[in-house]
């Protein structure tokens, strides 16, 4: 389960976070999950619970959106969302599309007490 490690990931970078804006207590966390990063939002907010339990972040809320895999054409230079992994330009039907968004995690917003 590689959720395991993102969770452990995630809590280092909280834990700095928290240290830069001298934040003691936090109830909720906004979470970016890329489409294509293979991170299930479920099993990831489980090992955020079980590796959290009895630290001071117990409790801390995970709130989870995933986002799609958008593309960005050369040829045209317009953004679009990715559907079923087809690497093409909707719009002129272009193949060198470079990838942005829809992979990794990151943090978006954290609710401090
Ligand atoms: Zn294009």
Avoid: W
């Avoid at 040829?75 to 093409?88: H, Q, R, S, V």
């Amino acid at each position: 389960m590689h959720e395991m490690s993102i969770a452990q990931n995630l809590i280092d970078v909280l834990r700095d976070e928290m240290t830069k804006h001298r934040v003691k207590t936090l109830r909720s966390v906004r979470l970016d999950i890329g489409q294509m990063s293979a991170i299930v939002p479920d099993a990831l907010s489980f090992c955020f619970q079980v590796i959290t339990d009895g630290t001071e972040l117990e409790g801390v809320k995970l709130i989870m959106d995933v986002v799609p895999l958008m593309g960005y054409c050369q040829a045209c230079d317009k953004e679009f969302k990715i559907k079923d992994y087809t690497f093409l330009c909707p719009t002129c039907g272009g193949t060198k599309i470079d990838t942005i968004g829809g992979q990794g995690m990151s943090v978006v917003e954290m609710d401090a007490e």
